[in-house]
């Protein structure tokens, strides 16, 4: 009966005790077989402990299983809390992060408005005076012997130039230099090459935007000035080279790129050797490119731009037939030094030498005139005069497509005449065939 367990055993006990037989003359008693009665005892006895033991190891199990449950359960509690804690904390972070995402972008939003706010005040004031202010720059050219100007837009936003177009589609030619066109040098330039533009601007070259301009003006742009290295604007200058010459100008292209810019339409450099990689034997740049590809070229010779060495060289490689001197004239030329304004950014003009104030390394325009210019190069530069006149004159009437008036005392055109002295002192100007200075 080893492997019988206390409860069998029990049972066992009682079936014996139940089965048994009464003692004569009574009803309670019975009569048992002394020794299985005593086996089933002893076996019992033996077993009980372990039983016993049996079930305290469970009530230990079970025990164990609750403290094991409830610690889960606290582990459990505690993670939730946690984890509660722990979103609340993220949902806390998050609410500060967008609070301060939100203040940027207010910030950024209201530093652009203020920024469009000022250059938009900037140019509503100059345009309130915009047939005064041309005219004023007219007679000042004029004064100086310069009877054909051809201005250069600032980098600004569409509805600004809107403005400026309109203006100068309104202005009359009939005293001082004549308006004959525009440079639209901004803003399809890259925002790496600003020089003193603003990069606020700056934007990808937009053929329906040029085309809404050249409506406004009248088809007084005559240059685009173009990155080509920027995303899009070499479709730019495939689709619209042959509505407007497009100068290659504040640019960061490689020769590579430059070579594909003159082989999709572009036939201009605008400014060379400023805002744009210069020469070196193994990354040759736009300007061997320009030269390759029989590019037009502007040079600014007023002595600061650039060294009277490259000038030499300038012409030397190009030639006075592709070559177009350029004054780049700020609106302080011709003024004391001191502080002035350049598309709503301050400049400080020191002799001939104008700057970014806030970035005085940087050059701001020039502070001479084109005739200046002309005279520096000849007299500093030792450009022989007669390739400084053509550069000054008949090359960029046909650079621009106004040689059948302008440049040249060819039959047909108009009586343009300068007179000056050995030293270039400037001595009669006759406008038309009529002496005006």
């Not at 008693?29 to 089933?40: F, G, P, Q, V, Y």
């Not at 689709?239 to 036939?267: L, M, P, Q, W």
């Not at 061997?288 to 000038?311: K, Q």
């Amino acid at each position: 009966m080893a492997n019988n367990d206390v409860q069998h055993l029990l049972d066992m006990l009682y079936e014996m005790i139940d089965g048994a037989k009464n003692a004569p003359l009574t009803s309670d008693k019975c009569i048992l077989n002394r020794d299985e009665a005593l086996d089933l005892l002893d076996e019992i006895r033996a077993q009980l402990p372990v039983e016993l033991s049996r079930a305290q190891e469970l009530i230990r199990a079970k025990e164990d299983y609750v403290k094991a449950a409830k610690r889960d359960v606290e582990r459990m509690m505690q993670q939730a809390e946690q984890d509660a804690k722990n979103k609340v904390s993220e949902t806390e972070v998050l609410g500060i992060a967008r609070e301060k995402s939100h203040e940027i972008i207010k910030k950024a939003e209201d530093r652009s408005r203020e920024m469009y706010r000022v250059a938009n005040e900037y140019t509503e004031d100059a345009l309130r005076r915009t047939e005064e202010a041309i005219q004023t720059l007219a007679d000042f050219e004029a004064s100086k012997g310069v009877l054909a100007i051809c201005p250069a837009t600032m980098t600004y936003p569409e509805e600004i130039l809107n403005k400026v177009m309109d203006a100068a589609a309104a202005h009359k030619n009939g005293k001082g230099a004549d308006l004959v066109g525009i440079n639209m040098e901004g803003p399809f330039i890259s925002p790496k090459k600003v020089g003193a533009q603003n990069p606020e601007y700056v934007q990808g070259a937009d053929a329906a935007m040029f085309r809404r301009l050249q409506k406004r003006a009248n088809g007084l742009i005559k240059l685009v000035d173009v990155a080509p290295e920027e995303p899009g604007n070499l479709d730019f200058i495939r689709e619209c080279h042959n509505e407007v010459r497009i100068s290659i100008a504040h640019t960061c292209t490689d020769y590579d790129t430059a070579v594909k810019a003159f082989e999709a339409g572009a036939t201009h450099m605008t400014h060379l050797y400023n805002a744009m990689p210069g020469i070196t034997h193994r990354a040759p740049g736009p300007i061997i490119a320009a030269m390759e590809h029989d590019a037009e070229v502007e040079l600014i010779t007023d002595n600061v731009h650039i060294h009277p060495a490259m000038v030499r060289f300038t012409f030397n490689t190009f030639g006075d037939d592709r070559i177009c001197l350029i004054a780049d004239s700020a609106m302080s030329c011709g003024l004391p030094d001191g502080q002035y304004s350049l598309g709503g950014q301050a400049i400080t003009v020191k002799g001939p030498r104008a700057t970014l104030t806030e970035h005085p390394d940087t050059i701001a325009g020039s502070n001479t005139c084109l005739y200046d210019c002309m005279k520096r190069a000849v007299l500093e530069m030792n450009v022989p005069l007669e390739s400084a006149v053509r550069a000054a004159s008949e090359t960029p009437a046909k650079s621009i497509g106004v040689d059948n008036d302008y440049g040249s005392l060819a039959a047909g055109r108009y009586g343009n005449v300068i007179l000056a002295d050995k030293e270039l002192n400037l001595k009669a100007v006759i406008q038309k065939g009529v002496r005006i200075v």
